[in-house]
């Protein structure tokens, strides 16, 4: 099981002990069903899901100066020749 799916059956069930503690507590909440769980694990999943997405374009925007020079590079179409000077620089020879 991945990650994420684990998560979202810790968080359901979570929030569905909270509601069977509830309702041995007899407290009833309109609102708080079953299904009403179900809607908000899937919205923060989505939001989830979201942010991450938000995160990986703000980091692949070239916004930061390792991510300026590889966009450089990648317009120049010599990227992996960058990767190669780096290690030749480094003293990370093949030999």
């Given at each position: ?7 979202v059956?810790q ?7 909270i509601?069977?503690?509830?309702m041995t507590l ?6 708080l069903?079953?299904?009403?769980i ?10 989830v899901?979201f942010?991450g997405?938000?995160y ?7 916004l930061f100066?390792?991510?300026k020079r590889q966009?450089?590079?990648?317009e120049k179409?010599k990227l992996?020749?960058c990767?190669e000077t780096?290690a030749t620089?480094?003293g990370e020879?093949?030999?």
């Amino acid at each position: 099981m991945s990650t994420k799916k684990q998560w979202v059956t810790q968080l359901t069930g979570l929030l569905m002990a909270i509601y069977s503690l509830l309702m041995t507590l007899n407290l009833h909440f309109d609102w708080l069903t079953v299904e009403s769980i179900n809607a908000a694990v899937t919205v923060i999943v989505a939001a989830v899901v979201f942010g991450g997405t938000l995160y990986a374009v703000f980091k692949n925007t070239f916004l930061f100066k390792n991510g300026k020079r590889q966009a450089e590079l990648i317009e120049k179409g010599k990227l992996y020749e960058c990767g190669e000077t780096e290690a030749t620089e480094n003293g990370e020879d093949d030999k």
